[in-house]
């Protein structure tokens, strides 16, 4: 654990099991000290961790902190910035496990590096981005989502990402968009200063099925982003494109 006498407490917690106790935010930790040092809070799980097995087997799902949690401890700390990083845990019904309305998330990092091509369950990705732009509207700032070939078409929750999401200043992302549509509309609400988005990068990967032409596919991007450089450029905006070969 860290030391109290430090400036500034950074926690980096690993979910034994899947579950942290409420008293375990705070058990070595000056509850005075927390209100102004503790500002940094890193989970680390892994897959295997989100069930526990009851003596005969079965599965047991938990939520891995409670909402009461999470309350007091940003009473006790209310300057804390959560960062989450789930790694290879693309479907809603898992990861959702992992946070509550009360967790006011800084920075969300959601990393897939398979493709299931046996369709075996829904990723439902589309809840993911729901839920973040439903409860993390004011504290989301960073949002980082690599979807290895997402099965899913995101391109409407895309589109309207940025506006849910009015705190949100760094967004980068891997995976497929569809259509031109969505990333001009994106383009357009920076441009706009209807969001507050200052900083893309972006990896688009070929659409798995799609039997559209990729030249003309990346030529219309390129051109695109040749139309709004000089306002970006102007505004410090950087937005980057970039093309994965697969």
Known sequence: MADCSLENIDIVLHLTNGIIQEHKFTLEFNRRKLRTNWHWLQLLCLEEEILQKTQDGRDIETIVIPDTAWRATHFWAPRLKVQYAIIGIPQYDVHKKFFTKQTRIHTFALVSTSIDLRFRQPWYLDCTIKTLCAWYSN????????????????????????IYLPSLRFFEFIGEIRTLKTLCAMCCQIRSGRCNVHRVNMQLQDVIHDSSDKEKWIKCVRCMMICFKHDFDRMGVKFDINFYCC
């Open 139 to 162: 504290s989301l700032v960073y949002l980082c989502l690599q979807l290895w070939h997402n099965r899913q078409n995101l391109d409407n929750q895309l589109r309207h990402l940025f």
